[in-house]
Nanobody
Framework: QVQLVESGGGSVQAGDSLRLSCAAP????????MGWFRQAPGKERESVGH????????YYADAVKGRFTISRDNAKNTASLQMNSLKPEDTAVYYC????????????WGQGTQVTVSS
């Protein structure tokens, strides 16, 4: 079982920045992909992006490309989502997730953290 602990959500103004972190105490992720997802009220959960822990390769959804950056810290076993130029439409509950390289679906999830962006 993999426990993921998120932090860093909050309420900001449009144009501001926030950084979310996802920690996995006592866990290494060399063979995992770490992903970030979000779910706005009344909408389905959508992928924000993900990072291969081993290679550092990243993927971003078009809606956040150029504004959000996903990174990982091997020493701290922490993945981060840096969100810049936030827009009201970025308002959602953000989740980090993890899956093994050989698994199709993300099967480990954090508890979620609220991000609210006001205009």
């Amino acid at each position: 079982q993999v426990q993921l602990v998120e932090s860093g959500g909050g309420s900001v103004q449009a144009g501001d920045s926030l950084r979310l972190s996802c920690a996995a105490p006592g866990r290494t992720f060399s063979n995992y992909v770490m992903g970030w997802f979000r779910q706005a009220p009344g909408k389905e959960r959508e992928s924000v992006g993900h990072i291969s822990w081993r290679t550092g390769g990243t993927y971003y959804a078009d809606a956040v490309k150029g504004r959000f950056t996903i990174s990982r810290d091997n020493a701290k076993n922490t993945a981060s989502l840096q969100m810049n130029s936030l827009k009201p439409e970025d308002t959602a509950v953000y989740y980090c997730a993890a899956k093994e390289l050989t698994t199709v679906k993300f099967n480990y999830w954090g508890q979620g953290t609220q991000v609210t962006v006001s205009s």
